[in-house]
């Protein structure tokens, strides 16, 4: 019924040799239409249990608006997080939405996720959320595990190297195995100054928790139900989303401010801060030079940030 009243919905059933339900896909006409127009950060969330009586696990994938809100691309019911279930879902995920220019996915370090990545998204870069590697070098290296925290995101948000050395030196003086570690699992894995493509503002799957946060009750439910309930809230969302954001007058939705004082080069759009040619946003610096030149902001924002979208090529 989604799919006649919804077009373009792709939804797909898996069923057990016996015939029994086993996983089920679901990714709404409007998240594989609107895909295009955001950042190519796509945030893969661990699995969630579902209390219902015949249990089960909930996979989601999601990205953020211009406005840094949730915006779920799909959902996926499973019966135990493993490597062929996750495996199932990243090859429905690719079906539906492709595969972008410079796309990046980000995930904690469950070991399904990474095979499965490794299996079918060959194409794109695996990062890992900052939160979730935290709390892994807090189980890790227990001494001074309390102050991990502060050093450790400015390391991984650090847009120079001066800057995420700064801080990983600080690691060094909290426990010297720390960067092994790190170095070990791989920077690019984690530190935006080191990662290959760009991960703009997301350094961590906080938006697929806070989804799954939001179905709380609703993951007590039978299937059918918890499919409508899903169905229900993206749809609510995204009504709320374009209902606040269609009165602005504004092309820009976000602001960076920074104050420090770098070299610009507009012609390749980059500042010595990196945080121009690493969020593909002006930062002040460039801003400040804009302003003095009567240059227009707006043309130097990626359009992900924008109001008005440019649709890119993806290969399916």
């Known amino acids: 019924?989604?799919?006649?009243?919804?077009?373009?919905?792709?939804?797909?059933?898996?069923?057990?040799?016996?015939?029994?339900?086993?996983?089920?896909?679901?990714?709404?006409?409007?998240a594989?239409?609107?895909w295009p127009n955001f950042k190519p950060i796509m945030?893969?969330?661990?699995?969630?249990?579902?209390?219902?009586?015949?249990?089960?696990?909930?996979?989601?994938?999601?990205?953020?608006?211009?406005?840094?809100?949730i915006f779920p691309l799909a959902y996926c019911i499973v019966d135990f997080e493993n490597d062929k279930a996750w495996e199932w879902f990243f090859k429905k995920i690719k079906e539906a939405f492709g595969v972008r220019e410079d796309q990046y996915l980000i995930s904690d370090r469950h070991e399904?996720?990474?095979?499965?990545?490794?299996?079918?998204?060959?194409?794109i870069t695996h990062g890992y959320c900052i939160f979730h590697l935290l709390s892994n070098l807090k189980t890790k290296?227990?001494?001074?595990?309390?102050?991990f925290r502060g050093p450790f995101f400015p390391t991984a948000k650090a847009y120079t190297e001066m800057e995420f050395e700064f801080h990983m030196r600080e690691l060094d003086n909290l426990d010297k195995r720390i960067r092994p570690y790190l170095e070990q699992i791989g920077h690019e894995k984690w530190s935006r100054y080191h990662s290959k493509n760009n991960r703009y503002s997301t350094?961590?799957?906080?938006?697929?928790e806070a989804l799954n946060s939001a179905n709380l009750a609703a993951r007590e439910t039978p299937v059918t139900t918890l499919m409508e309930c899903l169905r229900a809230q993206i749809q609510e969302w995204t009504y709320n989303n374009r209902k606040e954001v269609k009165?602005?007058?504004?092309?820009?939705?976000?602001?960076?401010?920074?104050d420090r004082t770098r070299i610009v080069n507009l012609k390749d759009k980059t500042c010595t801060c990196n945080r121009f040619q690493k969020d593909e946003m002006p930062c002040n610096h460039a801003v400040a030079v804009m302003k003095d030149l009567n240059i227009n902001t707006y043309n130097y924002?990626?359009?992900?940030?924008?109001?008005?979208?440019?649709?890119?090529?993806?290969?399916?």
Do not use: W
């Open 1 to 30: 019924m989604l799919q006649k009243t919804n077009p373009g919905t792709i939804i797909d059933i898996e069923k057990q040799e016996d015939d029994s339900f086993q996983y089920a896909f679901v990714a709404l006409n409007a």
């Open 32 to 34: 594989i239409k609107g």
């Open 43 to 69: 945030v893969v969330v661990d699995g969630t249990f579902l209390k219902a009586a015949y249990g089960g696990t909930l996979l989601s994938a999601n990205t953020q608006d211009a406005e840094s809100k």
């Open 112 to 123: 399904s996720i990474i095979k499965a990545t490794r299996r079918v998204f060959l194409e």
């Open 141 to 147: 290296f227990k001494i001074n595990a309390k102050h």
């Open 203 to 208: 350094m961590t799957s906080n938006i697929a």
């Open 247 to 258: 009165p602005t007058n504004q092309n820009l939705i976000e602001v960076i401010d920074e």
């Open 301 to 316: 924002c990626a359009h992900y940030y924008t109001s008005k979208h440019d649709y890119k090529h993806i290969k399916r």
